[in-house]
Antibody, heavy 122, light 107 residues
């Protein structure tokens, strides 16, 4: 069965860095676009980045994280990453990794991880 | 950016009721409109994709439709497990955007 497991969240001071990981299993990881989506406490869902299938040459970011966050993938390790630098209080959220249902970016997110909480506070 | 506006923001209903949630896109998203259900403390779950296609394993009481840039999620007969928050999402263009959510509560 498809499973996505995030890790790497925690408490970090403003201006600090954190690297999130998402390990995938139960499907051919390299065949799918992958995204990071976050949810601030009590708020709605915010897409923040995607990376294309295969070598991951097509990458997009939301304006809110552009220049601070970097998405990457390692297909040999079935893993997705999010390097987060220059963190701000408003980055506090549960971060989900999510699978797009195919190799096409327009496809829906059909599987989600359980989320990892990132708290940015002094 | 394409703005997705859901209405209502919250809704009270009873078991057995028919419920409709609307999502309006600020511009065309073609048919690339998806609906998710999120229960408290859980990850979102895909219900409907491409406007009206039912995700595998989702009960048939859930359905989706569209009229222009207005999209609708309908639950034909509410069950206790349906009380949750619902989000629409467009996948037509980047940035991918979600509606603000509709919280469905028990009356």
């Amino acid at each position: 069965q498809v499973e996505l497991v995030e890790s790497g969240g925690g408490l970090v001071k403003p201006g600090g860095s954190l690297r999130l990981s998402c390990v995938a299993s139960g499907f051919t990881f390299s065949d799918h676009y992958m995204s990071w989506i976050r949810q601030a406490p009590g708020k709605g869902l915010e897409w923040i980045s995607y990376i294309s299938s295969g070598p991951g040459t097509n990458i997009k970011y939301a304006d809110s994280v552009m220049g601070r966050f970097t998405i990457s993938r390692d297909n040999a390790k079935n893993s997705l990453y999010l390097q987060m630098n220059s963190l701000r209080a408003e980055d506090t959220a549960v971060y989900y990794c999510a699978r797009a249902s195919s190799t096409v970016v327009t496809q829906p997110f059909d599987y989600w991880g359980q989320g990892t909480l990132v708290t940015v506070s002094s | 950016d394409i703005q997705m506006t859901q209405s209502p923001s919250s809704l009270s209903a009873s078991v057995g009721d028919r419920v409709t949630i609307t999502c309006r896109a600020s511009q065309s998203v073609n048919s690339f409109l998806n609906w998710y259900q999120q229960r408290p403390g859980k990850a979102p779950k895909l219900l409907i994709y491409s406007t009206s296609s039912l995700q595998s394993g989702v009960p048939s009481r859930f359905s989706g439709s569209a009229s222009g840039t207005d999209f609708t999620l309908t639950i034909s007969s509410l069950q206790p497990e349906d009380f949750a928050t619902y989000y629409c999402q467009q996948g037509y263009s980047t940035p991918i955007t979600f509606g603000q959510g509709t919280r469905l509560e028990i009356k």
